[in-house]
């Protein structure tokens, strides 16, 4: 009798320590790479996580191989500040794969970078500003349309936890910043250069989400570099509003003596 009550104290306490175990911290980084065939369809796909700070703000660093690729270095630098907040990414490469006159047709790497959390700005009008730089020690993506580099960046309402299906992106991206160009013999710009988005409506808080996506490689066995960066900035309200609401008490104030003024006569 004492040893089956033993048995079900046991079993009580092993089950109250599961229901009072914390859950494991979410993800308010994600860093996710994958490599996709010339038919489309994934050849790998690696994903890695890490916390941020309260505000959003921190680093990650991804280093993994991915498929036909070996990513040495994937690196995010989110800060945050009144009235804005910022994302820097640095991207080292190297493609093993096939290239565009073979058979197999070249391979596409689309690397995905998630940021939760962000505040800032905090509410009214804002606008994202991004830039990127490929260099390369060999690396050659190169097409007739300049698309074989695309860099987006966009923010999304909430705070979004997971990534959709390697091998495609998020939707649902206000304000979406787009530059594009090719990974050639010597470092360049992606063109716009700054590439701007269109003013938005700031959501709080927010998912800052940046993409990019590497295809049409016309050498294998060489390495290529990028560098990039995005800014949300809040967007200030046109100098004329801003004087013709500073001018509102002014006039409110004029009614009032305007009526003072008339009731003294009567």
């Given at each position: 009798m004492m040893h089956r009550r033993m048995l079900l104290l046991a079993a009580v306490l092993a089950g109250a320590a599961l229901f009072w175990a914390p859950t494991p911290a979410r993800a308010d980084f994600i860093i996710r790479a994958t490599d996709l065939a010339s038919?489309?369809?994934?050849?790998?796909?690696?994903?890695?996580?890490?916390?941020?700070?309260?505000?959003?703000?921190?680093?990650?660093?991804?280093?993994?191989?991915?498929?036909?690729?070996?990513?040495?270095?994937?690196?995010?630098?989110?800060?945050?500040?009144?009235?804005?907040?910022?994302?820097?990414?640095?991207?080292?490469?190297?493609?093993?794969?096939?290239?565009?006159?073979?058979?197999?047709?070249?391979?596409?790497l689309i690397i995905e970078i998630l940021g939760n959390k962000f505040t800032n700005p905090s509410t009214g009008s804002a606008q994202i500003t991004s830039n990127s730089s490929p260099s390369t020690s060999g690396l050659l993506a190169t097409n007739g349309t300049n698309n074989a580099v695309v860099m987006t960046s966009g923010v999304i309402?909430?705070?979004?936890?997971?990534?959709?299906?390697?091998?495609?992106?998020?939707?649902?991206?206000?304000?979406?910043?787009?530059?594009?160009?090719?990974?050639?013999?010597?470092?360049?710009?992606?063109?716009?250069?700054?590439?701007?988005g269109a003013v938005f409506n700031i959501p709080n808080p927010f998912t800052f989400y940046q993409t990019y996506t590497i295809k049409d490689f016309q050498t294998s066995g060489q390495a290529g570099?990028?560098?990039?960066?995005?800014?949300?900035?809040?967007?200030?309200?046109?100098?004329?509003?801003?004087?013709?609401?500073?001018?509102?008490?002014?006039?409110?104030?004029?009614?009032?003596?305007?009526?003072?003024?008339?009731?003294?006569?009567?």
């Open positions: 038919g489309g369809g994934v050849n790998a796909s690696v994903t890695q996580s890490g916390l941020s700070n309260a505000d959003g703000s921190g680093s990650l660093v991804f280093n993994s191989t991915v498929g036909n690729f070996s990513i040495t270095l994937v690196t995010n630098i989110a800060t945050t500040g009144p009235g804005f907040t910022a994302a820097s990414q640095t991207i080292n490469i190297t493609y093993n794969g096939p290239t565009v006159g073979s058979s197999a047709g070249s391979d596409t309402s909430g705070n979004v936890l997971a990534l959709g299906a390697a091998g495609t992106t998020l939707g649902g991206q206000l304000g979406q910043s787009t530059g594009s160009g090719t990974m050639g013999g010597a470092s360049s710009v992606l063109n716009p250069n700054p590439a701007t570099s990028l560098s990039g960066g995005s800014t949300v900035n809040a967007v200030p309200a046109p100098a004329g509003l801003i004087l013709a609401l500073t001018g509102v008490p002014l006039l409110g104030l004029a009614n009032r003596l305007r009526r003072r003024k008339t009731l003294q006569a009567v």
